[in-house]
């Protein structure tokens, strides 16, 4: 089944983990972090940008995604989005985007960020877990939560 899907979730949740488990290699995949390491020189942190490289990479993300979305009905289309707010949610949701939230719960990114985020990323995580609690109340870890749709459990990480 051809479709558009959006995957969000906290820094460190295991959003990219997720997409490779289950994208083709024939599938369009847009994620930030790859596009970052495609548009700079090797040897970089995959997860620590500089600003004109951040620049460069949001500009070209949304080149990216708007194309993409054009190829939704002929290929599958994964977009991972950290945290679209409120307009862009609905922007993907009217173009019949299905929304798969990774969370493994806020101690998991936590600990993960220590060794794989830059230190700055845990005010991100707070700031999305804040978020969640402001639009969804207080949840409990989730792997993966469906909101119309029914995906396989990613079988690359332990949650």
């Given amino acids: 089944m051809v479709s558009l899907t959006v995957v969000v979730g906290p820094p460190a949740g295991g959003k990219s983990t997720w997409v490779l ?3 083709k290699p024939t599938d369009i995949v847009i994620d930030f972090d790859r596009l970052a390491v495609a548009l700079t020189g090797q040897g970089g942190d995959p997860h620590d940008h500089p600003p004109a490289v951040m620049g ?3 500009a070209a993300r949304q080149a990216a995604i708007d194309a993409a979305v054009k ?3 002929t290929t599958d289309v994964y977009l991972i989005h950290s945290s679209p707010g409120p307009q862009r949610m609905a922007q993907y949701r009217s ?3 299905k929304v798969v939230t990774i969370d493994p719960g806020r101690d998991v ?3 993960r960020c220590k060794t ?3 230190r700055r990323m845990f005010a991100v995580i707070d700031e999305w877990y804040r978020e969640q609690s402001v639009t969804t109340g207080p949840a ?3 792997a993966i ?3 119309a749709h029914s995906f396989p459990s990613p079988t690359t990480r332990a949650w």
Avoid: I, K, L, T
């Fill in 21 to 23: 488990a289950h994208a």
């Fill in 56 to 58: 460069v990479v949001r």
């Fill in 71 to 73: 190829q939704a009905r």
């Fill in 95 to 97: 173009m019949g985007a």
């Fill in 109 to 111: 990114v936590r600990e």
């Fill in 116 to 118: 794989q985020r830059p």
């Fill in 140 to 142: 409990s870890p989730r």
């Fill in 145 to 147: 939560v469906q909101p």
